[in-house]
């Protein structure tokens, strides 16, 4: 059996918490791809499903908008 991970694109405008989400994510598990890696997310799409993770609230955890 081979081991399948399953991978997320993060689209986040915000570099410190894109570097963050990332980071995270890949700790989880996650294969991460950044929307910045086109060739790559265009590569990983080809070859099955890929889910995306678009952050566009700029709140901190915990609190609302």
Do not use: H, I, K, N
């Not at 060739?39 to 955890?61: E, I, N």
């Amino acid at each position: 059996m081979t081991d399948v991970r399953s991978a997320l694109v993060v689209a986040e405008a915000g570099e410190p918490r894109r570097v963050f989400l990332v980071g995270r994510l890949t700790a989880d598990g996650y294969e991460v791809l950044t929307a910045l890696e086109s060739a790559r997310v265009g590569s990983r799409a080809a070859g099955g499903a890929v889910g995306l993770l678009v952050d566009t609230v700029p709140t901190r955890l915990g609190q609302a908008a």
